[in-house]
């Protein structure tokens, strides 16, 4: 089972980027998929979470609703993370995973989970 993470970059504030996570391995369409995100110094934090065809539902932290969209391609058996109206607080290195974790108030409770791939970094600045 492989996630491979990619497109970010340096961006502005306020401009837009796509993140994709191609998968192999697994079948995006038939489990959850989530979006994490770490900056540095602080912990890896969910901010996404789109689960399997049959229930469809997209979860997201309250920290990003509005602005984060996470979506799936099966036939590319790709998903993945828009993110519009950037601020540098969205800087970060980006995963992906297939496991959300639990998810109440308003965000993600993942434990346990040892499978991260390299992550991709987004940089938001001026």
């Known amino acids: 089972v492989q996630l491979q993470a990619s497109g970010g970059g340096l961006v502005q504030p306020g401009r837009s980027l796509r993140l994709s996570c191609a998968a192999s391995?697994?079948?995006?369409?038939?489990?959850?998929i989530g979006w994490f995100r770490q900056a540095p110094g602080q912990e890896r934090e969910g901010v996404a979470c789109?689960?399997?065809?049959?229930?469809?539902?997209?979860y997201y932290a309250n920290s990003v609703k509005g602005r984060f969209t996470i979506s799936r391609d099966n036939a590319k058996n790709t998903v993945y993370l828009q993110i519009n109206s950037l601020k540098p607080e969205d800087t970060a290195v980006y995963y992906c995973?297939?496991?959300?974790?639990?998810?109440?108030?308003?965000?993600?409770?993942?434990?346990?989970?040892?499978?991260w791939g390299q992550g991709t970094q987004v940089t938001v600045s001026s």
């Open positions: 995973a297939t496991d959300c974790g639990a998810y109440y108030s308003g965000s993600f409770h993942l434990e346990g989970y040892d499978k």
């Open positions: 789109i689960m399997s065809s049959g229930e469809g539902t997209a």
């Open positions: 391995g697994i079948t995006v369409d038939n489990r959850p």
